[in-house]
């Protein structure tokens, strides 16, 4: 009998299909990169989109400006592509490589009957109806609107359709994941780290260079510190591969060492003070719930190197003017003048380190406060575009209202000499469309981190009372 041949079949698997992303007007104004942002897939801009961008277009905001952006940056695209703009338009050149989807722009008009309760006058309802048509034209496709707006959101899953929050701006999708610059170390460190471990002392400090199972782990200026009969604080000072030297702190928690009268009520304050006081740090972020102590403990080491190491030539302060309740309207005044009610916080601390400066009485207390507010300038976020900061101790307050590119463009205002510390709670950010995640101060501290030259502490413990740190916890 002849052997039965087999014929070997091969089954292709179909290419999965590439999904469809709708962009609502506020993804573009909140991040006009994003058309570049959905690396194989399609995106789909309506003329409603369109008609937004040019109505936010004009003044000198953020929003305006990123309106304008997303303009250009569409009309580059299209002016690149020879071929007319019905069949999509190929994003891989215009990218440079980042997408390898197309844009689609609406080129007809759209006739969906929308339920009685969803007026066409208004501007998201019509985006709705574009989503709705694709839908009903690709079944097969994923089609999904992509909006910042959570009731559009909600109005687009009410109506079947598929919608989801931009996430590409977003570095962390969980704030617990955030770096807080300390590590607990286990009891037994030293048992398995400590074979042919190196150690010396210099300009009161000692120095530990060590390898083991945790050092490839560790970041550049990372707090290690352990409890016990002898504890230990100490920072990493170089890390290469894994090898890691590890360097003893100052203890600010001694009123020996004390900042402008102010000594470190806990670990992380101390650890705080050891970036803030340290000339190789350009720049420090310290993240905590108010009461923490991060002003003032900014503003004593920023006035100690001021005005007795004359490290830097004075203090700038600027804060994002973003308010709680209602606005109060045009502020009469200077550029300083109008800042003021937004610097109640500079104020208050400066009233209790002028209690720390000694004896001397009234007058003497008065002078200080004059010497004091003479090196300090407060500036407003608008007119800092352009600016250059040489030699100056810069502190951005309130730093998780702004947006990642608000933030790059403060910390390049830094010139030769200058320290930038940025201080903030990412619980508390009152600007629309950021969240926890896509801060620009949870962006400064991922970014950040493992730098030679920077430093980053989350502050644990409130120190202001016991109200505070009651109400903190159960309102």
């Known amino acids: 009998m002849p052997a039965a041949t087999t014929k070997k079949t091969t089954r292709r698997r179909a290419a999965p299909k590439t999904k469809l992303f709708v962009l609502d007007t506020n993804v573009l104004m909140h991040d006009p990169t994003s058309l570049y942002r959905f690396e194989e897939h399609d995106i789909y801009v309506p003329i409603m989109t369109l008609e937004e961008l040019d109505n936010n277009k004009k003044g000198m905001s953020e929003v305006a400006r990123n309106a304008r952006q997303a303009s250009r940056m569409m009309d580059e695209i299209v002016t690149a592509s020879p071929d007319g703009i019905e069949a999509g338009i190929e994003l891989k050149g215009p990218s440079r490589d980042l997408a390898t989807g197309k844009l689609f722009l609406q080129t007809e008009a759209i006739n969906v009957t929308l339920p009685a309760a969803l007026p066409t006058a208004k501007g998201d309802n019509q985006i709705l109806a574009v989503v709705m048509f694709l839908a009903e034209k690709e ?22 359709l598929e919608a989801q929050d931009y ?21 037994d460190f030293w048992e398995t780290h400590a074979k042919g471990m190196e150690s010396w002392k210099n300009d009161g400090h000692t120095y530990y260079r060590l390898q083991g199972p945790l050092t490839a ?29 590890l360097e003893t702190l100052t203890d600010y928690s001694h009123q020996k060492n004390n900042i402008w009268g102010i000594t470190s009520r806990n670990r992380e304050q101390n650890f705080a003070l050891n970036l803030l006081m340290n000339p190789e740090i350009d720049f420090v972020t310290l993240l905590g719930q108010a009461g923490t102590g991060k002003t003032l403990l900014t503003l004593a080491a920023g006035l100690t190197q001021v005005l007795e190491t004359k490290r830097y030539s004075e203090i700038i302060m600027t804060r994002v003017t973003v308010p709680v309740g209602e606005d109060i309207g045009f502020l009469p005044g200077t550029e300083e003048e109008k800042m003021a009610p937004w610097m109640g916080a500079l104020e208050d601390n400066l009233d209790v380190l002028n209690g720390t400066t000694g004896e001397g009485g009234d007058w003497g207390r008065a002078a200080t406060r004059d010497l004091i507010r003479s090196r300090i300038k407060i500036k407003s976020l608008n007119f800092m575009r352009g600016r250059t900061f040489i030699n100056k101790f810069l ?45 620009g101060l949870t962006f400064a501290v991922d970014r950040f981190k493992g730098w030679l030259h920077s430093g980053h502490i989350t502050l644990q413990r409130g120190e202001r009372s016991r109200l505070a740190d009651h109400a903190a916890e159960v309102l």
């Open 217 to 245: 782990d560790l970041q550049v200026n990372e707090f290690l510190y352990q409890d016990g009969e002898t504890p230990l604080e100490t920072l990493v000072k170089e890390q290469s591969g894994r090898v890691v030297v």
């Open 395 to 439: 502190i951005i307050d309130e730093a998780q209202n702004l947006t990642p590119k608000q933030m790059k463009t403060l910390i390049t205002r830094a010139g030769p000499g200058t320290k930038v510390v940025c201080l903030g709670n990412v619980a508390q950010i009152d600007t629309p469309y950021l969240t926890e995640g896509s801060s």
């Open 139 to 160: 079944p097969g496709r994923g089609v999904i609107l992509v909006s910042k707006d959570i009731n559009m959101r909600i109005k687009a899953r009410a109506l079947g």
């Open 167 to 187: 996430f590409n701006d977003k570095v962390l999708e969980d704030t617990d994941l955030l770096y807080t610059g300390t590590r607990e170390l286990p009891a």
